[in-house]
């Protein structure tokens, strides 16, 4: 089971980070919502929890909770910017689904 992110996400939360003083890295997690039925969440993290699952890339961390981890697995995190909008991406190969308004997705 892996989680990777591009050199732009690493980048982004690092700043982040930086900006807020403290951190360890991000919580990448799911939450039932929407009209598909998932949607992503994402989250400072000052302490791990010892069930947590932990992703280093490009020396970012990326933390996930084992219940999440079976929606996420394989998933690419990454940043990007088209015209005025910025945002994070998220490559799931598990995506069966997207909601029209594309704020939530299914397995």
Known sequence: ????????AAQH?????????????????????????LAYVLE???????????FENHGVKVIIDPKSLVYLDGTELDFVREGLNEGFK??????????GCGESFNI
Do not use: H, W
């Not at 089971?1 to 732009?8: D, E, G, K, L, S």
């Not at 980070?17 to 799911?30: A, P, W």
């Open 1 to 8: 089971m892996a989680i990777t992110m591009t050199p732009a």
């Open 90 to 99: 998220f490559n799931n190969p598990n995506v069966r689904g997207e909601c």
């Open 44 to 54: 400072f993290v000052d302490e791990t929890a010892a069930e947590d699952k932990v």
């Open 13 to 37: 939360i690092r700043r982040s980070l930086e900006g807020r003083g403290r951190g360890e890295g991000i919580r990448l997690g799911v939450r039932t919502t929407g009209c598909s039925g």
